[in-house]
């Protein structure tokens, strides 16, 4: 069963608009990363994550499911750029989580990412369609070369372009104590998986401060593209922890911002980490009062005494 889930999306330092969507619905969990000029991006995967959550796929499961889903996806998305001249050509990588019992399935169209975080290690879980690894697998760029590689954004199939697309889907049996991810490369790209897995580590009780901190990390970076984590964690049937923070009522989409969506400005990064840190340092429970104010009332009340018996005294010389 699920264990908790957070999702987060940024428009990272250098973009000015976030073309990153993502999906919250559990048992469903997704991100898409848009392409195309103008808007048509931020259009491609906004579309694209409507249909995942208003789609019913009736009696299928698994990755026929999953399957059937994206392809949905694909057919919108490319009726709409077939009908708005101003969509044309637009499309959106799409990575979808389900999560049915103890297995979980993944399908995917792109670049943006799934990760398995399981006995302290982290896995990458979907192979890129994108040139790079392309180029990696046949031995034609090494892995340093492929992490700087001009085209590293190019990829070889994505949602929406085409009538039909080929989607990779895979079931896994998930273990307690599993916390999956979901990323767009902006992600990746500006953090590198030993960072990652420390994150997730560090704040894995806490999803919502693990997609967050994330998030940050990727500005931290650069902030180059837009950055997108959802997380999820696998728990036992008879645990009975509590989800982190419920997601269930809102609209989970990106681009109808969910009240819990974190997104964090450059200007506040610092104050996003320091927040971390102190939050680190401090106890779980917060003082109503911080030790620093109550100094500041006692010296303020003691200067009102003062002030009395200074008056009080001037009052009885006179
Ligand atoms: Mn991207």
């Not at 650069?222 to 728990?235: C, K, L, Q, R, S």
């Not at 996003?272 to 620093?292: G, H, K, M, T, W």
Request: charged share 25%.
């Amino acid at each position: 069963m699920i264990g908790g889930y957070a999702g987060a999306t940024d428009t990272g330092r250098k973009r000015r608009r976030n073309e990153d969507a993502y999906v919250v619905a559990p048992p469903l969990f997704a991100v898409a990363d848009g392409m195309g000029g103008a808007q048509a991006g931020e259009v491609a995967s906004k579309l694209a994550a409507a249909a995942l959550e208003d789609t019913d796929s009736g009696s299928l499961a698994g990755p026929a499911k999953v399957t059937s889903l994206i392809q949905e996806a694909n057919r919108r998305v490319h009726e709409r750029a077939n009908t708005d001249p101003a969509t044309s050509g637009m499309g959106t990588t799409m990575t979808v989580a389900l999560v049915e019992g103890e297995t979980v399935t993944i399908g995917h169209v792109g670049d943006s990412r799934a990760y398995l975080v399981r006995d302290g290690k982290l896995e990458q879980i979907t192979e890129d369609h994108s040139l790079v690894n392309e180029l990696l697998k046949s031995g034609k760029l090494s892995r340093e070369e492929a992490e700087t590689h001009p085209q590293r954004s190019v990829i070889t199939r994505a949602v929406g372009t085409d009538p039909d697309v080929d989607v990779d889907a895979f079931t896994l049996e998930a273990q307690q104590g599993d916390v999956f991810l979901i990323c767009s490369d902006g992600l990746t790209d500006m953090v590198d998986d030993e960072d990652i897995l420390d994150l997730v580590e560090r704040h894995r009780g806490d999803l919502d401060r693990v997609t967050r901190s994330l998030v940050a990390a990727a500005n931290r970076g650069g902030g180059e593209d837009n950055i997108t984590v959802v997380a999820f964690a696998i728990a036992d049937a008879g645990d009975t922890a509590p989800m982190p923070r419920s997601h269930a009522d809102d609209d989970t989409l990106a681009g109808h911002p969910a009240v819990d969506t974190m997104v964090v400005p450059p200007e506040q990064i610092d104050e996003v980490l320091l927040d971390d840190s102190q939050a680190e340092a401090a106890p779980v429970r917060r003082e109503p009062i911080s030790p620093a104010a109550r100094v500041r009332l006692v010296l303020t009340m003691l200067a009102l005494l003062g002030l009395a018996a200074v008056l009080l005294v001037w009052g009885l010389l006179r």
